[in-house]
């Protein structure tokens, strides 16, 4: 199947005693069985839910895996893959990262004995010099957030391959829809599917995908063992939010662009971090590895100031400021003091996340109501 038809056909099957054409919310915490381990599948909710399984196994398919994991969040889902680790290993890490998943690194799992290194990750033969036989991860995002920058998903996997270390990808930002990054190498696939995959800003969830059988059994006993599932209203909001993906990013991916080059000719706007523009960096390794840039878009101000950004952020009408991205409305962030401020502004500065640094998902709106409003906040 094409990718717009795996997204709406994939994992999902008529309930068998109904016939129901979506998938039943299967909400229960246990099973009954006809005698001790006689029973339909399903046992304890907590290690199966029908629900949960019919997502899974739709995730699976739309990123070209063969099995998927639900987490109650993001974050849970990250938190499952570190749990792989044991204590003694290292992780490299790109060093223009989500500040939540800069937290759980250097806030929970270092407290466990994992060492975590944060490099820039642009150019893959950086990784070579931090290599070493205790690495058994690399965690990359691509594109980045905030920065947009640009990773080589490919080039981090031979890398990676020839030494037998994890390569893990958060997937968030380009979503299933733009990459795959298990086609490109990766052994892991992260989402914070709360973000595209959901798509409508009304659910909290994370997914976990992978190719091979034995890291699927490991993660499975994790996610079972420590209990981070989701619930299946949860589970039955992503399934929904997954059948108009491609539509969805289609519109993200026109009006993200659009967006990008008004801001780019605008004279109050200092730089504009979007990975379409030819001359970002990394143009090249983007268009290779993606289908399209996104709807993701961060921009300075020629007056780098707090005080000119803060009037930007509270000024817009239609950009609501709030936290989170990949809905179906555009929101303007503020990463500084929200999506990262868990990271020390020291290490934001020297990334180049300056304070007056602005946020931008760009929704399906009309687009020349999105250049409007940001028109009338910058001034």
């Given at each position: 199947?094409?990718?717009?038809?795996?997204?709406?056909?994939?994992?999902?099957?008529?309930?068998?005693?109904?016939?129901?054409?979506?998938?039943?919310?299967?909400?229960?915490?246990?099973?009954?069985?006809?005698?001790?381990?006689?029973?339909?599948?399903?046992?304890?909710?907590?290690?199966?839910?029908?629900?949960?399984?019919?997502?899974?196994?739709?995730?699976?398919?739309?990123?070209?895996?063969?099995?998927?994991?639900?987490?109650?969040?993001?974050?849970?889902?990250?938190?499952?893959?570190?749990?792989?680790?044991?204590?003694?290993?290292?992780?490299?890490?790109?060093?223009?990262?989500?500040?939540?998943?800069?937290?759980?690194?250097?806030?929970?799992?270092?407290?466990?004995?994992?060492?975590?290194?944060?490099?820039?990750?642009?150019?893959?033969?950086?990784?070579?010099?931090?290599?070493?036989?205790?690495?058994?991860?690399?965690?990359?995002?691509?594109?980045?957030?905030?920065?947009?920058?640009?990773?080589?998903?490919?080039?981090?996997?031979?890398?990676?391959?020839?030494?037998?270390?994890?390569?893990?990808?958060?997937?968030?930002?380009?979503?299933?829809?733009?990459?795959?990054?298990?086609?490109?190498?990766?052994?892991?696939?992260?989402?914070?599917?709360?973000?595209?995959?959901?798509?409508?800003s009304d659910v909290v969830?994370?997914?976990?995908?992978?190719?091979?059988?034995?890291?699927?059994?490991?993660?499975?006993?994790?996610?079972?063992?420590?209990?981070?599932?989701?619930?299946?209203?949860?589970?039955?909001?992503?399934?929904?939010?997954?059948?108009?993906?491609?539509?969805?990013?289609?519109?993200?991916?026109?009006?993200?662009?659009?967006?990008?080059?008004?801001?780019?000719?605008?004279?109050?706007?200092?730089?504009?971090?979007?990975?379409?523009?030819?001359?970002?960096?990394?143009?090249?390794?983007?268009?290779?590895?993606?289908?399209?840039?996104?709807?993701?878009?961060?921009?300075?101000?020629?007056?780098?100031?707090?005080?000119?950004?803060?009037?930007?952020?509270?000024?817009?009408?239609?950009?609501?400021?709030?936290?989170?991205?990949?809905?179906?409305?555009?929101?303007?962030?503020?990463?500084?003091?929200?999506?990262?401020?868990?990271?020390?502004?020291?290490?934001?500065?020297?990334?180049?996340?300056?304070?007056?640094?602005?946020?931008?998902?760009?929704?399906?709106?009309?687009?020349?109501?999105l250049i409007e409003d940001?028109?009338?906040?910058?001034?």
């Open positions: 199947m094409k990718l717009g038809t795996k997204l709406i056909h994939a994992g999902v099957e008529p309930d068998p005693s109904t016939g129901a054409i979506m998938t039943p919310i299967f909400q229960t915490s246990t099973y009954v069985q006809a005698a001790p381990g006689d029973h339909k599948g399903y046992e304890y909710a907590r290690t199966q839910n029908p629900t949960r399984n019919a997502l899974q196994n739709a995730l699976a398919a739309i990123e070209n895996g063969t099995h998927g994991l639900s987490f109650g969040s993001g974050l849970a889902a990250t938190d499952a893959v570190l749990k792989l680790l044991t204590p003694g290993d290292e992780v490299i890490a790109s060093n223009d990262l989500y500040g939540g998943t800069y937290r759980i690194f250097t806030k929970v799992f270092a407290r466990y004995g994992i060492k975590f290194h944060f490099i820039d990750m642009q150019n893959a033969a950086n990784l070579l010099p931090i290599v070493n036989s205790q690495t058994k991860m690399i965690w990359i995002e691509t594109p980045t957030n905030p920065l947009l920058n640009i990773i080589d998903i490919a080039a981090c996997a031979v890398i990676a391959k020839e030494r037998k270390i994890l390569l893990a990808v958060d997937n968030t930002f380009a979503s299933p829809y733009l990459q795959n990054p298990l086609d490109l190498g990766a052994d892991i696939v992260v989402h914070s599917a709360t973000k595209y995959l959901g798509g409508h969830h994370g997914a976990v995908i992978v190719k091979d059988d034995a890291l699927a059994q490991q993660l499975a006993f994790i996610q079972n063992s420590c209990g981070a599932v989701p619930g299946p209203q949860d589970c039955f909001l992503v399934l929904r939010g997954l059948k108009t993906l491609h539509i969805r990013m289609q519109r993200h991916c026109e009006n993200g662009e659009a967006v990008a080059k008004y801001l780019r000719q605008h004279p109050k706007v200092g730089k504009v971090y979007w990975c379409g523009f030819e001359d970002h960096p990394n143009h090249a390794v983007a268009k290779k590895q993606m289908r399209g840039f996104g709807g993701m878009i961060s921009f300075t101000l020629k007056d780098d100031s707090m005080e000119v950004a803060l009037k930007v952020l509270s000024g817009t009408k239609l950009f609501s400021l709030a936290e989170s991205l990949g809905g179906v409305e555009s929101l303007i962030g503020h990463p500084a003091s929200m999506t990262h401020a868990s990271i020390p502004k020291e290490e934001r500065v020297k990334n180049g996340l300056v304070d007056s640094l602005i946020r931008l998902s760009v929704g399906i709106e009309d687009v020349e109501d940001l028109k009338q906040a910058i001034g």
